[in-house]
């Protein structure tokens, strides 16, 4: 028997059984189907080729017109949604549009919004999804291929000020190698080894050393900044097949941040926004799970609840203004965050067709 939660919201039931007990379901196709309708709407002339925003917005360094974003996003919402073109003309017209962006000398793909080092791991991972690697090396990170320079590179990276940003940079240097083949296995042994080392005990994120108590007045940032740093290098774990350090006590953090997220003092109002927040949380709380099995039950419950709280409020935007959920960017983190919902609430999101999760494919978001 299926009961409504309550009249006329069709994203929450639930459902009863003899062999278990009450489950709630979250309906996500009209969320998606608007989704569908942005991606379509932002394509330009030639196969391939999308604008990330039709219009300027508040943020001066997103632009308008054709970009490695929008080429990029457009093709990992429809991996997500399991509907990328299979025409070979059209594929590899989109593979060109990606690679339009490569700068020849530095093998660096270049943007605007983000720093080289995100736009070229995040244009490699949409390659990735043609089976498909850049045109040119990437010759500005070839020193970081010896092990001295890469860990001196992290070591420098602002592990306190911006770990958040930085981790771009920090995560960003293995996906980009990694996928354009142009490391070793010896080579990521050393990567995960600093990875290992300098994993906190105590919050199960990155940098140990750096991260002050979110109550401590001298904590240059908010505890979900180091969250958002630390979901791009646990990307990069999981997506190599590596283990976590510490993954009970990253499981005990992402649920301290969930019963609190409403506080300044966390520095996020996820579940609240067309972002990568969302993301960040249920990506890092159910793979640490999965690592562990730690806190289980709670760790699902905090789940669902979240789940509840974001598809409430992106039912209610309106997706024709929205200028965050017309942001082919941004609505890509929304995507992949219901694709990680989908994933570690089996049997509770209607959907068409089941939502790809492009980091069980590749690195990189």
Request: glycine share 6%; charged share 25%; hydrophobic share 40%.
């Amino acid at each position: 028997m299926i009961i409504n939660l309550r009249d006329g919201d069709s994203s929450r039931e639930y459902v009863n059984s003899h062999w278990r007990s009450a489950i709630m379901l979250f309906d996500i196709r009209d969320i998606v189907r608007e989704a569908r309708k942005v991606v379509s709407s932002h394509a330009g002339t030639i196969p391939g080729e999308y604008h990330r925003v039709l219009k300027p917005g508040r943020e001066r360094n997103i632009k308008t017109g054709v970009t490695a974003y929008g080429c990029a996003d457009a093709a990992c919402i429809l991996y997500t949604l399991d509907e990328l073109p299979p025409d070979t003309a059209v594929r590899e017209a989109w593979i060109e549009a990606i690679r339009r962006f490569q700068n020849p000398k530095t093998g660096l793909f270049k943007d605007g919004s983000h720093h080289e080092i995100h736009t070229t791991a995040f244009a490699l991972a949409a390659l990735d999804l043609f089976d498909a690697r850049a045109k040119y090396p990437l010759k500005a990170l070839h020193p970081l291929r010896g092990r001295e320079k890469m860990e001196a590179f992290l070591d420098n990276l602002q592990w306190q000020q911006e770990p958040w940003l930085d981790s771009h940079q920090g995560a960003g240097i293995y996906s980009a190698l990694v996928l354009n083949r142009e490391v070793s296995r010896e080579w990521e042994d050393w990567y995960f080894a600093w990875l290992w080392e300098n994993e906190d005990p105590e919050t199960g994120f990155w940098r140990k050393g750096k991260i002050l108590p979110a109550s401590d007045p001298e904590s240059p940032v908010p505890l979900f900044h180091y969250l958002g740093g630390s979901f791009h290098y646990l990307f990069n774990i999981v997506f190599a097949k590596r283990k976590q350090r510490y993954p009970e006590r990253a499981v005990d953090t992402c649920l301290e941040i969930w019963e609190s997220h409403h506080q300044p003092l966390y520095g996020e109002p996820f579940c609240r926004g067309v972002s990568y927040a969302e993301i960040d949380w249920v990506f890092y709380l159910n793979r640490s799970v999965r690592q562990c099995g730690y806190r289980f039950e709670e760790s699902r419950k905090a789940m669902e609840a979240a789940a509840a709280e974001y598809i409430d409020y992106l039912k209610q935007i309106d997706y024709n203004s929205d200028p965050a959920f017309n942001d082919l960017h941004k609505l890509f983190g929304m995507i992949c965050a219901l694709s990680e919902f989908q994933l570690a609430l089996p049997g509770q999101f209607i959907t068409e067709r089941p939502l790809r999760q492009v980091l069980d494919r590749r690195p990189y978001i």
